[in-house]
């Protein structure tokens, strides 16, 4: 019936012309849940949804559940949690097909799937399903709807940006898109957010970089990138910059070591795939990374860094944070220090 993306989904339940039958999943995994939330919420609640665990399916069960009408709500749907159809027996897997076939009218089916690797492993723009997970996601999509949930990057994000501001009777260009993606850390709630401010701001005019830059306050996360890039790239001056931003926001020091020594674990990952010839794809299948907008930083900012470097930064944090926590040190200066010892290696 149809193969959509997240946003085609909320199309489609916005048009009230829901499927009898759905298949949610891929490797974003909060995309997924997103999905099945929207689905939950058509259907008038969690309270009409009848939720099964498929790694332990009673078909018999199931079989019985799709015969339901229901009474107090206008739709009979069933969620069906991580089936995994490899795991499943040949006679169970027909069994099942042959369930699929008898759910029609005011019944809805769910499957989702985040608990397990539907690709099995198998990274890159090619990858597909597992071979049974494969058939029965085909037989669902005959009559129903399967939506993959793959990461976006911030080129695709940008794009949605761009249309956005349109849709306001704003402009922005692509690399200002870009940026506003990159300050809120590719998080899709207060890309919205900051871009309705914008528009309002500019009121019908230009949305330009400098201007993201002036009026939206980066994510922790973001700045943090912006240190510890600038401690591998030993820009002193720079690093020093970002350090009283950081103290500024008054941050528990004990996290603000631990998103430090994130960022710095992203690129020494990406330095390592670099250096044994692997993909930003194999990185997010191998580490379980949601978003490819950090491995792509990652693999960006990686270039000429060894992976012994960053393991020396990484030591030089640790050994602060045993300070920190051993007696009482004053955590603004041993923090400054160790940056400062950072740049020097």
Same mark, same amino acid.
Not at 73 to 87: M, W
Not at 253 to 271: H, K
Not at 328 to 343: A, G, S, W
């Given at each position: 019936?149809?193969?959509?993306?997240?946003?085609?989904?909320?199309?489609?339940?916005?048009?009230?012309?829901?499927?009898?039958?759905?298949?949610?999943?891929?490797?974003?995994?909060?995309?997924?849940?997103?999905?099945?939330?929207?689905?939950?919420?058509?259907?008038?609640?969690?309270?009409?949804?009848?939720?099964?665990?498929?790694?332990?399916?009673?078909?018999?069960?199931?079989?019985?559940?799709?015969?339901?009408?229901?009474?107090?709500?206008?739709?009979?749907?069933?969620?069906?949690?991580?089936?995994?159809?490899?795991?499943?027996?040949?006679?169970?897997?027909?069994?099942?097909?042959?369930?699929?076939?008898?759910?029609?009218?005011?019944?809805?089916?769910?499957?989702?799937?985040?608990?397990?690797?539907?690709?099995?492993?198998?990274?890159?723009?090619?990858?597909?399903?597992?071979?049974?997970?494969?058939?029965?996601?085909?037989?669902?999509?005959?009559?129903?709807?399967?939506?993959?949930?793959?990461?976006?990057?911030?080129?695709?994000?940008?794009? &949605?940006?761009?249309?956005?501001?349109?849709?306001?009777?704003?402009?922005?260009?692509?690399?200002?898109?870009?940026?506003?993606?990159?300050?809120?850390?590719?998080?899709?709630?207060?890309?919205?957010?900051?871009?309705?401010?914008?528009?309002?701001?500019?009121?019908?005019?230009?949305?330009?970089?400098?201007?993201?830059?002036?009026?939206?306050?980066?994510?922790?996360?973001?700045?943090?990138?912006?240190?510890?890039?600038?401690?591998?790239?030993?820009?002193?001056?720079?690093?020093?910059?970002?350090?009283?931003?950081?103290?500024?926001?008054?941050?528990?020091?004990?996290?603000?070591?631990?998103?430090?020594?994130?960022?710095?674990?992203?690129?020494?990952?990406?330095?390592?795939?670099?250096?044994?010839?692997?993909?930003?794809?194999?990185?997010?299948?191998?580490?379980?990374?949601?978003?490819?907008?950090?491995?792509?930083?990652?693999?960006?900012?990686?270039?000429?860094?060894?992976? &012994?470097?960053?393991?020396?930064?990484?030591?030089?944090?640790?050994?602060?944070?045993?300070?920190?926590?051993?007696?009482?040190?004053?955590?603004?200066?041993?923090?400054?220090?160790?940056?400062?010892?950072?740049?020097?290696?």
């Amino acid at each position: 019936m149809a193969q959509l993306d997240e946003k085609s989904l909320q199309n489609q339940i916005k048009s009230g012309q829901l499927s009898n039958l759905y298949y949610f999943c891929g490797s974003d995994l909060v995309a997924v849940e997103n999905c099945v939330r929207r689905m939950i919420k058509a259907v008038g609640g969690a309270e009409n949804v009848t939720r099964l665990d498929g790694q332990n399916l009673d078909l018999n069960q199931l079989a019985e559940e799709i015969e339901l009408c229901p009474m107090f709500a206008e739709y009979n749907c069933i969620q069906i949690h991580d089936c995994n159809a490899e795991t499943l027996r040949e006679n169970d897997r027909k069994f099942l097909l042959e369930i699929i076939k008898q759910v029609s009218g005011q019944t809805i089916l769910i499957f989702d799937v985040t608990g397990f690797d539907i690709y099995g492993g198998k990274t890159g723009k090619n990858k597909k399903p597992t071979a049974k997970n494969k058939k029965l996601i085909d037989y669902i999509l005959k009559a129903g709807t399967v939506c993959f949930c793959e990461p976006k990057s911030v080129s695709q994000i940008a794009t &949605e940006i761009i249309s956005g501001a349109k849709k306001q009777g704003c402009m922005i260009e692509r690399p200002a898109a870009m940026a506003l993606a990159m300050q809120c850390n590719s998080q899709t709630l207060m890309i919205q957010n900051e871009l309705n401010k914008l528009c309002a701001y500019v009121n019908g005019g230009v949305i330009t970089e400098q201007l993201i830059y002036d009026m939206v306050t980066p994510q922790l996360e973001t700045t943090v990138y912006a240190l510890t890039t600038a401690i591998l790239k030993r820009k002193a001056s720079d690093a020093l910059k970002v350090v009283e931003e950081l103290l500024a926001l008054r941050v528990e020091m004990p996290y603000l070591m631990a998103v430090v020594s994130g960022c710095l674990i992203d690129i020494q990952r990406a330095s390592a795939a670099r250096k044994a010839g692997k993909t930003v794809q194999d990185v997010m299948s191998d580490f379980n990374y949601q978003f490819s907008f950090a491995v792509e930083r990652s693999f960006r900012d990686s270039m000429g860094e060894t992976p &012994e470097h960053i393991t020396e930064c990484l030591n030089l944090l640790c050994e602060a944070e045993k300070k920190m926590h051993s007696g009482t040190v004053d955590e603004r200066v041993l923090f400054e220090k160790t940056v400062i010892e950072m740049l020097r290696k």
